[in-house]
T-cell receptor, first 112, second 116 residues
């Protein structure tokens, strides 16, 4: 029972490079979220999805894109990485009103 | 707009002392409320949640929280803190079953240090 799996766990990018973070959940959850965690800022919502094929912007969407082509996967893309995107990224999934959100272990991204 | 405020960035308590972490929310109706804990280098673990009913909810690790509608608060408490409770604690507002609210929003967190 894997829960929520994020890949990769660590990554170093050069400014201007692109990459995709993958989040996979095996709990058949409808809602999925991408957050970034920075010191003193808590978890800030980047984008979220309430179902397959739908996405919406969160608090800090600029510089990121997402896709939810399959219910179990939620991809976060950085088209042109910037040092300001150095952060720890967490994916989460939940069923609305059903209780806790399940989190991945995080991806530590450094942009140099 | 929905928001969650945790007024205390850092709290230090002695082992065995009581603990209260504050959380205030802004929302048009009663949201679903959560407390999560994050140990260093780890993901988030759910401590407890409030959906409806009894305003005092019990969670894991001896934690409890009280929902006060009049104060828009959901404060976390523990009567006697253990050194292993040192972590960062996040209050969150979650999506409702009715679909009227679908974001999971977190406060900025409170970092708890425990002195021996």
């Amino acid at each position: 029972n894997a829960g929520v799996t994020q890949t990769p766990k660590f990554r170093v990018l050069k400014t201007g490079q692109s990459m995709t973070l993958l989040c996979a959940q095996d709990m058949n959850h409808e809602y999925m979220y991408w957050y970034r965690q920075d010191p003193g800022m808590g978890l800030r919502l980047i984008h979220y999805s309430v179902g397959e094929g739908t996405t919406a912007k969160g608090e800090v969407p600029d510089g990121y894109n997402v896709s939810r082509l399959k219910k179990q996967n939620f991809l976060l893309g950085l088209e042109s990485a910037a040092p300001s995107q150095t952060s720890v990224y967490f994916c989460a999934s939940t069923v609305p009103g059903q209780g806790e959100a399940f989190f991945g272990q995080g991806t530590r991204l450094t942009v140099v | 707009a929905q928001s969650v405020t945790q007024p205390d960035i850092h709290i230090t308590v002695s082992e065995g002392a009581s603990l209260e972490l504050r959380c205030n929310y802004s929302y048009g109706a009663t949201p679903y409320l959560f407390w999560y804990v994050q140990s260093p280098g780890q993901g988030l673990q759910l401590l407890l949640k409030y959906f409806s009913g009894d305003t005092l909810v019990q969670g894991i690790k001896g934690f409890e929280a009280e929902f006060k509608r009049s104060q828009s608060s959901f404060n976390l408490r523990k009567p006697s803190v253990h050194w292993s409770d040192a972590a960062e604690y996040f209050c969150a507002v979650g999506p409702s079953f009715s679909g009227g609210y679908n974001k999971l929003i977190f406060g900025a967190g409170t970092r708890l240090a425990v002195h021996p």
